[in-house]
Nanobody, 126 residues
Framework: QVQLVESGGGLVQAGGSLRLSCAAS????????MGWFRQAPGKGREFVAA????????YYADSVKGRFTISRDSAKNTVYLQMSSLKPEDTAIYFC???????????????????WGQGTQVTVSS
């Protein structure tokens, strides 16, 4: 059983940056496609970014394209989300998720992922 633990959230002013980490224990993520999702108060879960198992392909929601970067470090069994030019509307709980083989092929849909972390709060003040 894999456990995903997010960290790096916090309070930041608009225009600032944060780097979220998603560390895994109990199982290697090297064969998993990984995603980041977020949920703002009173709203549904929203896809943010995804990276394939090898790191060769990345996908982003239009709302974060050009501002966020997803990456992975297989040696550390960790996935990152670098967030820049943050806006108040980026305020949410951010979750990482793992899609293990056989992959779902639906990188932007939460139901395609098998494991989830507990989330980390990101608050962007105006």
């Amino acid at each position: 059983q894999v456990q995903l633990v997010e960290s790096g959230g916090g309070l930041v002013q608009a225009g600032g940056s944060l780097r979220l980490s998603c560390a895994a224990s109990g199982r290697t993520l090297s064969n998993d496609n990984m995603g980041w999702f977020r949920q703002a108060p009173g709203k549904g879960r929203e896809f943010v970014a995804a990276v394939n198992w090898s790191g060769s392909r990345t996908y982003y929601a239009d709302s974060v394209k050009g501002r966020f970067t997803i990456s992975r470090d297989s040696a550390k069994n960790t996935v990152y989300l670098q967030m820049s030019s943050l806006k108040p509307e980026d305020t949410a709980i951010y979750f990482c998720a793992a899609d293990r083989p056989p992959w779902s092929g639906t990188y932007n849909m939460g139901q395609g992922y098998d494991y989830w972390g507990q989330g980390t709060q990101v608050t962007v003040s105006s």
